[in-house]
């Protein structure tokens, strides 16, 4: 869709309902209209520069970055794929420029007679101060999506890829509860209604994550006693060298002669027969290499597993394998495959989210969610 204008070569969308949300917030305290115009006023350009600093992080890790102003706030789209180190910069860029901001303007208010003054001037000194420190502090909360929700779990997946997505999903959810209650407490309707809604978020892409497969150790290979060689048909080291056999010691046992005459050649060495091979699951082996952060290791048995039982399961886990470990060609085979119809919707959301400018990939994910969606004549 076209933008509305460009800052600083950033193409900005505003969406009607970020001014509706805007004026909905400020319409409790807005004494007038005056005061309603200014708080929009103030709102609009710090959550602009909100997303200018995702954008510009986007830019300095060498991605174009478009900016969406919607009623839950703003959205800056990078194009190109990060690392998780990278995106975490591009999560704190943002309230990191509300702060800067925020700090410029309670310094001028300390230095200079801007902050005792009254009307408008000290009404805007105050609104700044809140949106960009109060709220850019909140936005710092660890539930997704807000960007500290974002910026933790970017940490965690670049130190331990991502084991840990279910329990993400939980620290947002707990934070989520611990936010309506203080919305109760303070009797706050919008704060109350944003956690609800993030924890309902979290709630569901938790139950949309598939369940971990537990590692069970083979059990130990049966031991089986050892054989002896068998001496039918055998040729003794004497007929072999053309030698007539010594005759038996008279004082020699049986024990004694049956020993002396072992056949040389039909003696083998006493091996040790341990049974056949305990089975492995390839899945589970693959699921907890990827686990231990062996993304590379853990693709192969993971293609073995789902070519031998294709299941939704098994495919997220080849898929999160195939991505962590760079192995783009092999992705774009498994989506051109028959076996890609085993892909769940949030395996493809996974792929198109990490495709970054990759077409072809994009291309395939969206090529098979066409294909998933019943036609209209068929839905009668």
Known sequence: MKPHFHVSGFPVR?????????VATGWSFASGLAHLALWVAVVFASVLLHELGHAWAFRHFGSTASISLHGMGGTAQGTDQLTHRQFAWVSFAGPGAGFLLGGLVWAASVVTPLGEQGGLVG???????????GWGLFNLLPVQPLDGGHLLASLVRARKGYRYERALHLVGIVTAVVMMGLAVWQRTVWVGVMALMF???NLEQLRQLPREVRFQPASPPRRVAPRRASTVGAVTLDQLLGRS???????????TATTAEAPVLARRPE?????????????AV???LLDSGLATLAVKPLQEAF??????????????????AGRTPELTALLSGPRAANLSDETLETISVRAGADGELTDRVTALRRAATPKLDEQG
């Open 271 to 283: 091996l040790e027969d341990t049974g056949p091979e305990a089975p492995h699951d390839p899945a």
């Open 245 to 255: 056999p010594a005759p038996p010691s008279p004082t020699a046992t049986n024990e």
């Open 14 to 22: 505003v969406h009607p309902l970020f001014f509706l949300t805007t």
């Open 199 to 201: 924890g309902v978020m």
């Open 286 to 288: 693959g699921q907890l």
């Open 307 to 324: 070519s031998r039982t294709p299941s939704s399961h098994t495919g997220h886990a080849l898929v999160l394998a195939l991505l962590e």
């Open 123 to 133: 009404l805007a000194v105050r609104q700044l101060l809140w949106v960009n420190l």
